[in-house]
């Protein structure tokens, strides 16, 4: 295997997978690659909760990640491949942005979920508004977040969270929302690190260009801001030893079939953030880290 995409999801990771395709290299994307997550998903996927749709499209991932997941154990073990690194690329980006995009690119599955809220709350099925619901989703999300005393960054903190969100919403469609909302301020410890073996937050990150390579126990990384990838285009292809790659729009948000404008939504999302809780949010390690701060620039 030529190249490892290893990302959170909604970070262009397709865009870069079929640029590399395009140039005849083997490639494997995974939004999962720590043994003890996968565990986690193969449950929910087999569970209940999940439309036929929605599982079906989590297994082929499943499948591709398991493979993934392997492929890094198997490397970690005998420290190298014949002298030469696996090369793995993975990226970052805005926190807020990423939720976002993310409910955008899963609402066949978050539309069963807002239906659920909404019934749970004794709304009638005829009176039902997916952006309206969104929005009040968002509301609680944002409430609970703000009156937490729990850190958001740890994925330890979710068991806390848990119980603070119930008394919201018994449904359990807050606390999901809030567990999806934080992924990328765990992301880097909960998966990637148990994955590579890699603590990224220990190596220097190039906040100006938004890049950064690190090298460790047969992997070579290479670590790219979502935000400037128009510019990182040429890093990629030194990365992979071609001489050029051209990066195409793939599998976009805005693409997806929505009952709302995903633009209008996040707009009127962002509006109603407690300023304490953005700021709270680009406190934490990650956010710093990789350059972000509360005047970046959320876009889908």
Request: overall charge positive; aromatic content about 10%.
């Amino acid at each position: 295997m030529d190249i490892l995409i290893v990302q959170m999801g909604k970070v262009a990771s397709t865009a870069i997978a079929e640029a590399l395709r395009r140039k005849h290299l083997q490639v494997l994307q995974a939004h999962i690659a720590s043994s003890d997550r996968l565990h986690v998903k193969l449950k929910t996927m087999l569970g209940p909760v999940v439309s036929d749709e929605v599982a079906n499209r989590m297994y082929e991932d499943y499948l591709q990640e398991l493979r993934v997941t392997f492929l890094l154990a198997r490397q970690r073990i005998r420290q190298d491949n014949g002298g030469r690194a696996v090369r793995v690329i993975t990226l970052a980006r805005d926190p807020l942005s990423w939720y976002w995009s993310h409910f955008a690119q899963n609402y066949d599955h978050y539309d069963r979920m807002l239906r659920k809220y909404f019934l749970g709350h004794g709304g009638r099925l005829a009176d039902f508004d997916p952006e309206q619901v969104f929005l009040d989703v968002q509301k609680k999300v944002f409430y609970v977040l703000e009156n937490t005393h729990a850190p958001l960054d740890e994925a330890g903190a979710l068991k806390q969270l848990m119980g603070e969100a119930k008394t919201e919403d018994p449904t359990g469609v807050v606390f999901g929302q809030i567990n999806r909302f934080l992924v990328p301020l765990r992301w880097f410890d909960e998966d990637f690190l148990p994955a590579t073996g890699i603590d990224v937050y220990s190596s220097k990150f190039d906040k100006t260009h938004g890049c950064a390579v690190i090298a460790s126990a047969g992997l070579s990384v290479l670590l790219l801001r979502y935000e400037d990838l128009s510019q990182l285009a040429p890093k990629i292809a030194q990365f992979v030893d071609v001489s050029g790659i051209s990066l195409q729009r793939a599998n976009i948000s805005l693409d997806k079939n929505l009952p709302f404008d995903i633009k209008q939504m996040q707009a009127r999302a962002w509006r109603l953030i407690p300023p304490n809780l953005v700021s709270r949010i680009y406190a934490t390690r990650y956010a710093r880290h990789f350059g972000y701060s509360r005047d970046s620039v959320a876009s889908v």
